[in-house]
């Protein structure tokens, strides 16, 4: 999984109707320059720290036939224990 | 998935017959020298910020058998609402 | 796979139901400025050389379905062995 | 998708016996320094313009078991209406 | 598929027990600063050229269930042969 921080939200609303319904993040990949768009079940802010799990195995994750999403927020990393 | 901006179209006489009919647009990567070819089911045009979604996810959006293609616009996105 | 070293553990309160008990690691991949996070089956600890599979093949490891997790330590690196 | 040059071709005596029957040709990454080695169906020459799918889409594209092929050349691309 | 040469071998005794008896090489991707460990079921030696299919493609040509191998060798390049 990637560490990343949470920097935006984006909207779409021109979009394939599989995009499932839910917040789409923007995150920065920490220590990276690299930014993704990955899919929000858990209602994260912006600065959050958080866990992205890519590829198939993000669409996987949801109910029923997967979506072309691959890239899931998976979790919000506790900051005071995390060990850098 | 990826945020992008739609540079140019590609266009492909010579190509294995699995490749589905439609465009396959050119897309840069925000913040970032890489480029994609993504599959285009939106009608999106040059200088249009994308989603992309990559990977054996993008092939299994499409119906039947899924095809050759790793890299799918799955929504435009909207300018105003987007925070950097 | 990849070759990394173990540098904390990740801890997170607030996460989707899916992401299986045990331990989150945080490496850093060796000749590389990019970190991981992948989960740990095997107790390791800070420091440690590890192999590192990602995407599906990961997420596969796991009996039953399979969760969101697209990085699994599968083994620790014998130091004195190892050529580099 | 990927946007690449074809460079030049591979050969292998020794390889696994599940490799497929056919050209293995070095490509070069357009707008990078990376290089890759796809499967060619489609009988293209040094210097033309190819679209390469990587992962394991590539492989499902074979009929039959998949085989341990990771990028497929699968179409040239037409050089006059490429817009860059 | 990836062109690597061959750099060492890499002995683990504390695994996952999925892990499939036979090398695990390390192997530095060419004109790259990569390296990737990788399952090599060739018997090829240090210095040897080989191409690498990574991915659950690599996985999937295990008999029986998929082990949590990512990289796998495919074959080693006949040199000679080899156009730059």
Do not use: H, Y
Request: aromatic share 4%; hydrophobic share 45%.
């Amino acid at each position: 999984m990637l560490k990343a921080t949470v920097t935006g939200r984006i909207w779409s609303t021109k979009k394939i109707s599989e995009v499932p319904a839910g917040s789409i993040l923007e995150v920065q990949i920490d220590d990276s320059n690299s930014r993704l768009l990955a899919f929000d079940p858990l209602g994260c802010g912006e600065g959050e720290k958080v866990m992205i799990a890519t590829g198939s195995v993000a669409a996987a994750w949801f109910p029923g036939k997967s979506p072309p999403i691959d890239a899931l927020i998976i979790g919000s990393i506790d900051e005071a224990a995390t060990k850098k």
